[in-house]
DNA sequence: ACTCACAACTGATCGCAGTCAGATAATATT
DNA sequence: AATATTATCTGACTGCGATCAGTTGTGAGT
């Protein structure tokens, strides 16, 4: 007797697991070489589908770099929320968010600031892109409750400093100058930079 | 007889003329018909060049744009900071510089768009991506300057202070989210934010 | 079991940015 | 003035991302 029928037809997970193929083949491919020394043709092979078939699973290549990424960043914005509970100050709690962060971001330079890019200048209709989009909004969110511990902080201000705060940490993490410095060193100029808009 | 001889020989004078060629038929394709809708090669017949001149005089097609848009975007400065002298108020003195370098990067949404993703994401060892930067760091440097009116902010927090809403700026300016936006809608998001982060 | 409708897949093909080996023109040397 | 040297130019070519007309696989209808 086979097992129960699949509440899915084949069709759905055959999809799936195309899906994961992709997933897996372009996550090791983007973080072996990085994403500008892969081709999409290589993607394709090493997932063993056809050229075309990638691309209605990314619409393009930045897509399925976001569809890579959006994870990885998801977990060190939960870690980063959880460590600044325990964080008492306003400006070292939101530094504890930002540090996984920056971290994830710079695990490989090119891939991390290609995923800005793709962030601000992509497809925002794009269902990745999207997910990305709300990794944004779930950190600006979280910024804007840590601020508010402050009494002399707002809601509507709180919001306004946490968009900037984001605005802060991409410019921080994209700007070529910051290139060859280190992810503290990152960290330290995002701090400074933050602590000059916090009320003095 | 001839006019007096030129101190420049024949070579650099056929290079100048070249590149006003090339400066002219990208500025009038690119404002036309939109950096994405115009082919490398459209610019190089328009210029009547070879298409593997073109990328003698600018390295790739984002270069270009750069080398065409920079001097309208000096000129925005220079406009805004004649401006900013004459108004009182911290706040309203920034937002005299940022309102022409605004207008001026809206005056064709998508180009301007894809001038900042190059001054973030391009090759600053490039000479026009250079230019761009400089550009930028004389913006800050006017906004310091004006936030200094303030007796409450020391120089350090200014320069500080000027980094964070020239990231505000680029933020507000490139994100996807405002590509609907008018240029007074954008201001008014981009003045919110740098009030916050005044002293209260 | 067969057929039909449509979702999913495929790789040959396209358009474009950017390259490079060879051609050409300007100056330096004799 | 002839020749050598070097700067500048050129367009055929390459490699890549992305497309799309045609094929294949899946499941619904009879």
């Given at each position: ?49 056809g050229t ?134 990152i960290l ?13």
């Amino acid at each position: 007797m086979p097992t129960a029928p699949q509440r899915v037809g084949r069709r759905e997970r055959n999809k799936q697991e195309k899906l994961d193929r992709i997933t897996a083949a372009a996550s090791e491919l983007f973080a072996e070489h990085g994403v500008d020394e892969v081709t999409t043709q290589q993607i394709a092979d090493k997932a063993d589908i056809g050229t075309g078939t990638l691309f209605l699973y990314a619409k393009n290549k930045g897509e399925l770099l976001l569809l890579v990424q959006n994870s990885t960043y998801a977990e060190a914005l939960v870690e980063g929320k959880a460590a600044a509970e325990e964080v008492p100050g306003v400006l070292d709690a939101v530094m504890a968010i930002i540090g996984p962060v920056v971290a994830c971001n710079r695990k490989q330079i090119d891939n991390g600031r290609t995923y800005l890019r793709e962030m601000v200048f992509g497809d925002p209709a794009e269902p990745h892109h999207r997910e990305a989009l709300s990794l944004t909004v779930q950190t600006e969110e979280a910024f804007a409750a840590i601020l508010q511990r402050d009494q002399r902080i707002d809601a509507e201000t709180a919001a306004t400093l946490a968009h900037v705060a984001s605005a802060v940490m991409f410019i921080s993490m994209a700007a070529t100058v910051n290139i060859g410095r280190t992810v503290d060193e990152i960290l330290d100029e995002i701090r400074g930079q933050i602590q000059a808009l916090l009320p003095r």
